[in-house]
């Protein structure tokens, strides 16, 4: 009976363990103090929403805390607050939530667009990135931004406009980049036009666009309300970062590429993905549908659009999971079809896929927010405040660096014990300077060349893994 089961229902089975796997990995995270944008933008941004008030309109938030950000993430985490409490635990949770509903739609639209097995391989894949271990847990944009853009890309093609409106328009209303889909799609459907080879009227066309264009209309009322409101339409510090230069656009498309494809093992991906092609037109009895095809070469079509766009502005690592969420779909597909018929081969092809991504999971060897190294600045970082509260080095004259300074003097962060700050820090080096607190977080060549100057000496050094904060104390 048990075997009977577990066979007809293994992919729901190893799908459930592996949910099961990411809550208990994840759950020592969900109390830890905020960390990088976490800590000083999105945490604090929620809480005073919490605060204020749940809110979609641009003025929920000053400009200070949303960045310009359309405020759906905002609004979701806040309003969850106002049921379960005002606690990091709490929004820490509903990040969690968000990334086990990625996997489960991921395995989802697998199923839904080719097979079980392809869904069940896509989780996996994904499960295993250490840029998704690491964000499941923060208050950030990317992981519902992914799965958002996971539901839109299946309404599309599975022909649920309604939905697709719905998810497109959630989507553009959490970050603006949520807009390079809805391009995407809109170019697409010209492509598909074309290789449909069907005439369609100028009346179709328009009534067909204008479905596609919800989500713009959305967020171009959304951007109106925005400039009625602050007098801009996007947030003018965001504007200064963007890049025009050739030579400045180039060199980020490089590094857009080393960050999707080749950090943590991901040129593995690729290389199965391309052994997996040639087995295919080779070997394969059973070959993709039409609409298995579109899928295909859309994922193509949109990581290339992201790609180029990406490169106009800054540029962080966890901004490309939702590239990545899709990418892991088209290899897992790509995979399992090849091998359909050489079930011998099929086993073994995936168990290696999956060990090439699963011996970069799990390392601590980065300390920003895309691998669990996250963990280890956290910890020394807390410990080193907590250590200058036992000081009671509170009115003490403090230098630091910006991330440590936030969390000096904001208890929202996480870092303090309570809600007592330390008021006089400072960032340069003067004669009233008594201590230092310097971490190999924003190591700046200034900071590092205070590590050796005279006038201090090593108070007290805390360091876990690859991450280190030291205190220095003014010699007497």
């Known amino acids: 009976m048990m075997l009977e089961f577990l066979k007809k229902y293994y992919s729901q089975v190893v799908l459930l363990l592996v949910i099961f796997a990411l809550v208990i990995i994840k759950f020592p995270h969900l109390s830890l103090p905020y960390y990088g944008d976490e800590g000083f933008a999105f945490g604090p941004a929620v809480h005073l929403m919490y605060k204020t008030g749940p809110s979609l309109l641009p003025s929920g938030l000053d400009p200070e805390y949303s960045y310009g950000h359309p405020l759906l993430f905002h609004f979701l985490v806040s309003s969850w607050m106002k049921i379960f409490g005002p606690t990091i635990f709490v929004t820490k949770s509903f990040a969690l939530l968000i990334s086990v509903l990625l996997l489960i739609s ?3 639209a697998g199923k839904s667009f080719f097979n079980a097995e392809t869904g069940l391989l896509a989780a996996i894949l994904m499960f295993l990135q250490p840029m998704f271990l690491a964000q499941s847990s923060f208050v950030l944009l990317e992981i519902f931004l992914s799965l958002l853009a996971l539901w839109t890309i299946w309404a599309f093609f599975k022909k649920r406009y309604f939905w697709y409106a719905i998810f497109g328009s959630m989507l553009v209303m959490t970050k603006e980049s949520g807009l390079f889909l809805i391009f995407a799609i809109c170019v697409w459907q010209i492509i598909d036009f074309i290789l449909e080879g069907k005439r369609i009227s100028i009346i179709g066309f328009f009534k067909k666009y204008a479905v596609i264009l919800i989500p713009a209309f959305v967020f171009g009322g959304f951007l109106i309300i925005q400039k009625m409101t602050w007098g801009w339409f996007f947030f003018p510090l965001r504007m200064k970062e963007t890049q025009l230069s050739p030579d400045v656009i180039s060199h980020n498309l490089a590094i857009i590429r080393g960050i999707v494809f080749n950090l943590d093992g991901r040129i593995w991906l690729l290389v199965g993905l391309l052994i ?8 394969a009895r059973q070959k993709f549908s039409n609409l298995q095809w579109k899928i295909i070469w859309f994922v193509m079509l949109f990581t290339g659009i992201f790609w180029l766009a990406s490169a106009f502005n800054f540029i962080s690592n966890r901004y490309f999971l939702i590239i990545i969420s899709t990418m892991v779909l088209v ?6 079809q090849a091998f359909e018929a050489k079930k011998r081969l099929f086993y073994p092809a995936a168990l290696l896929l999956i060990f090439s991504q699963a011996i970069f999971a799990f390392h601590h060897d980065r300390n920003g927010d895309d691998s669990l190294g996250f963990e280890d600045p956290i910890i020394v970082q807390r410990d080193a405040i907590r250590f200058l509260e036992e000081m009671d080095a509170y009115n003490t004259h403090i230098l630091t660096h910006f991330l440590i300074n936030f969390n000096m003097q904001y208890p929202v962060a996480g870092y303090l014990s309570g809600d007592k700050i330390f008021d006089n820090t400072t960032g340069g080096f003067t004669e009233f300077v008594q201590l230092a607190v310097i971490s190999n977080v924003e190591l700046s060549p200034e900071l590092d060349s205070l590590r050796s ?8 050094r805390f360091e876990r893994g690859n991450a280190w904060t030291e205190i220095y104390q003014r010699k007497k």
């Open 276 to 283: 997996s092609t040639i087995v295919y037109f080779f070997v």
């Open 453 to 460: 100057n005279p006038q201090l000496e090593l108070l007290k």
């Open 106 to 108: 991921l395995y989802l």
């Open 331 to 336: 290899v897992g597909a790509v995979l399992v």
